[in-house]
Every structure is written in C-alpha cells, then in structure tokens.
C-alpha cells in the first residue's frame, strides 16, 4: 500500500493552497521526523547550497536547521501551480543562540508524485538580520499561524 497526503495532483488553485498551507503548518512545528513524511523516501533536495535525497537526510538537515534557528515561524504563501507542481514564496523569522534576530526570505519549487508527497523540492533562501521590533511574526510557537493572522502579501513582503 502506498503512502498518501491529500490533497493530490493534479491540483486546483484552491487544493494548490491547502497543500501550501499544511506543509507551512508542518514546518512551524519543527518535527522532523513528522515533516519528512510529507517527502517521498527518495525525495531530492536543493536547499541553498546543500543538495542530498531521502527522509533520513531530510530528517539530519532538518534536525540541525532547528537546533540554531529559534522561535522559528514560517509563512508560505502560494506563487503558481500547475498539475503536479507548485511554486511557493515563504519568509520565516528565527533568532540565533547570541540572540540576534533574522527574516529569511525565499523560494521554492515543489514536485509531487501521484499520491502527493513531494519528491522534489528546490530552495532558494536569503537571509537578512533585523531587529527584534521588526519582527512581524507574532503568533504562540505552540500553534499553526492563527488564519486571521497576515499573510506575506498582507504584511508587505
């Protein structure tokens, strides 16, 4: 029996959207082992520089990502979508162990398979150092952002 994670291809703008959402609720609860469920076991990965394949990989690159970002809080918001793929713009805040505070801003191109767990993810991702009154990502780390919360095109970026 194959895996599976509705919704699946080939997507709707409005199922495109649920899928964005889920894999942002995913990631803002910094499980890597529950996240890389979402992932073929073959996945493969571009994330900045890094490039590798497999849960077990995602599971080390995702382990070591959330021991050094702190009070990580993603948003992702749909870009474009077509059958099986999906284009995504995120910006996540985090602060670091000395306690400065960062906005990284990004992108990403998804692929899935016909169940629709994603098996191939590219991401390109910049970093800025801000302020900690700058930060614009207000919600309890305990929860998925509150859906009254702004979204990245509502909070201008």
């Not at 709707?12 to 964005?20: E, F, G, S």
């Not at 073929?40 to 497999?54: I, M, P």
Request: with cysteine; charged share 30%.
């Amino acid at each position: 029996m194959s895996e599976s994670r509705p919704p699946l291809p080939p997507f709707t703008r409005d199922t495109a959207i649920q899928k964005v959402r889920a894999a942002e609720n995913g990631w803002n609860g910094c499980n890597p082992e529950k996240v890389s469920l979402a992932y073929t076991a073959d996945s493969r990965w571009r994330n900045r520089s890094e490039f590798f394949s497999g849960r077990p990989a995602i599971v080390a690159f995702l382990t070591r990502k959330w021991a050094k970002e702190y009070e990580y809080r993603l948003i992702k918001e749909i870009w474009a979508f077509t059958d099986d793929r999906i284009a995504v713009r995120f910006a996540y805040e985090f602060h670091d162990a000395a306690g400065d505070w960062f906005r990284a801003y990004g992108n990403e191109n998804w692929e899935f398979d016909a169940h629709g767990l994603m098996r191939l993810r590219h991401a390109s991702i910049n970093d800025l150092a801000i302020s900690e009154s700058e930060r614009k990502f207000h919600w309890d780390r305990a929860a998925p952002r509150p859906e009254d919360h702004p979204g990245l095109t509502d909070l201008g970026l």
